[in-house]
């Protein structure tokens, strides 16, 4: 049997916000490829890789519980499985 998940999400957008720097601040702090530090930016549903987490950690001293974000379920918060 396969378990559903809880929708993870990356939350890069609000901190950056909350710190005032800008999506190209983000890039060139980080040293990510541009379109990666665009697209984590501008979609809350793209989880980097261990890569990208060590860049964002050099950079902003930021853990992956900073800024990546477990959403329950809606409904019934047991998980529910995909296949029975």
């Known amino acids: 049997m396969i378990e559903a998940q809880m929708p993870t999400r990356n939350t ?5 916000e909350e ?7 983000f890039w060139k702090k980080t040293g990510l ?10 979609d809350p549903s793209y989880i ?4 990208v987490m060590a860049k964002i950690f050099e950079a902003y001293g930021w853990q992956p519980g ?10 019934d918060e047991t998980k529910q499985p995909l296949i029975s």
């Open 66 to 75: 900073d800024y990546l974000f477990c959403s329950k379920p809606s409904g």
């Open 48 to 51: 980097p890789g261990g890569d």
């Open 19 to 25: 710190k005032g720097d800008t999506p190209y601040r």
């Open 33 to 42: 490829s541009q379109n990666t530090a665009y697209r984590l930016h501008d």
């Open 12 to 16: 890069i957008k609000e901190l950056l």
